[in-house]
């Protein structure tokens, strides 16, 4: 099973960016799916969920400049985030949870994102 991460990078506040989290490996349309970042020095928080079947949830600090979502087809799920603010650096990890059995869970190695002020 692999979750690779990418599509992190050096981004000015304000600016957008869209991470991936493509999977292999796993039935991925039989996964509930989500984002974590780590910012330095503080533990790692939830960003957003989605469900095998698309539902999603945001964590209250992050609703309105994130959004999840996932394409089966391509066993892709996706991170779009606008209106980058300098708190937002970290690395960000994407995370699979088979959604008959929590106990098949996998994490992805993350990505580096970087929002100069």
């Known amino acids: 099973v692999q979750l690779q991460a990418s599509g992190g990078g050096l981004v000015q506040a304000g600016g957008s960016l869209r991470l991936s989290c493509a999977a292999s490996g796993i039935i991925f349309s039989n996964y509930d799916m989500g984002w974590y970042r780590q910012a330095p020095g503080k533990q790692r928080e939830i960003i957003a969920s989605i469900s095998y079947g698309g539902i999603t949830n945001y964590a209250e600090a992050m609703k309105g400049r994130f959004t999840v979502f996932r394409d089966n087809a391509k066993s892709t799920m996706y991170l779009q985030i606008d209106s980058l603010r300098p708190e937002d650096t970290g690395v960000y990890y994407c995370?699979?949870?088979?959604?008959?059995?929590?106990?098949?869970?996998?994490w992805g190695q993350g990505t580096q994102v970087t929002v100069s002020s």
């Open positions: 995370n699979a949870i088979l959604s008959a059995n929590a106990n098949y869970a996998y």
